[in-house]
């Protein structure tokens, strides 16, 4: 299991790597890892996407195929939600995560979604659900989400490690499950805000890891905790392997 001191080290090596780096290597590998997140992400909601879809729905190609156009929306808005929490997690002042925030995101990623536009939250619980954890019944959603609001401010909250407060937050939306689409997505997207505003990079759940994500959703919130700290420390091994890689063969041409 991964912990919090060998991903800071491993971290430190990173960032050195990326120090050397010039501007076109740097945004090819970010577009890399937002395909990466996009791919994963999907899969965990239940859906495969092909690399085809992914690259031509960023792109914004054309779409040939009307079947395909609800697919490439729906990349194209995770696509902007990833934007906007590399835009917000850059800013030279530090943004706090808020239930504002947390709503743009919602609104991003889902921007025909009823519920987010009417100002309300889930209904009614799903009998036929992707997740099979315990989720709020919708009648507590509204007071929940205040709670969770109110915690994002505590000053408490706030001397958490970068690392705990992203889990936890993306816990305590799970459990909550206000929206009936996409708050998987908002989760993790939360989650990312919060470990790129503190210099990490994303925890990217891989598509293996779909059951052991599920199994820890119905469990103590250390639980997932851990699984990030894995994603996190797999997604800063792939980065460094793939720099030092590179740097191994520019050296090779010299």
């Known amino acids: 299991m991964a912990s919090r001191e060998t991903i800071d080290e491993k971290l430190k090596t990173l960032e050195d790597l990326l120090a050397v780096q010039d501007e076109r290597v740097l945004a090819k590998f970010q577009e890399q890892v937002d395909m990466s ?54 800013a030279r002042k530090k943004v706090p995560v808020t239930l504002e925030i947390l709503k743009k995101l919602q609104e991003i990623v889902s921007p025909d979604d009823p519920e987010v536009k009417d100002g309300t939250f889930r209904k009614e619980t799903p009998v036929h659900r992707l997740y099979f954890h315990d989720i709020l019944a919708p009648e507590k959603i509204a007071g929940e989400v205040k ?39 908002l989760a993790r997207l939360g989650m990312n805000l919060v470990l790129l505003r503190s210099g990490y990079p994303p925890a990217i759940v891989h598509s293996t890891e779909r059951q052991r994500y599920y199994e820890a959703l119905r469990g103590p919130s250390l639980t997932l905790h851990n699984l990030m700290l894995d994603s996190l420390e797999n997604s800063i091994d792939s980065a460094i392997k793939l720099f030092s890689e590179a740097n191994s063969g520019r050296r090779a041409l010299a």
């Open 147 to 185: 709670k969770l609001g109110e915690w994002l401010a505590d000053p408490e909250t706030k001397k958490l490690s970068a690392l705990r407060m992203a889990s936890k937050l993306h816990f305590k939306l799970m459990q909550i499950f206000p929206y009936t689409r996409h708050t998987g997505k």
């Open 37 to 90: 997140w996009i791919y994963h992400d999907t899969a965990l909601e239940g859906s495969v996407l092909s690399y085809h879809e992914l690259k031509s729905a960023i792109d914004k190609d054309v779409v040939s195929d009307v079947s395909l156009i609800p697919t490439y929306d729906e990349i194209r808005a995770h696509k902007a939600a990833i934007d906007f929490v590399r835009e917000t997690a850059g």
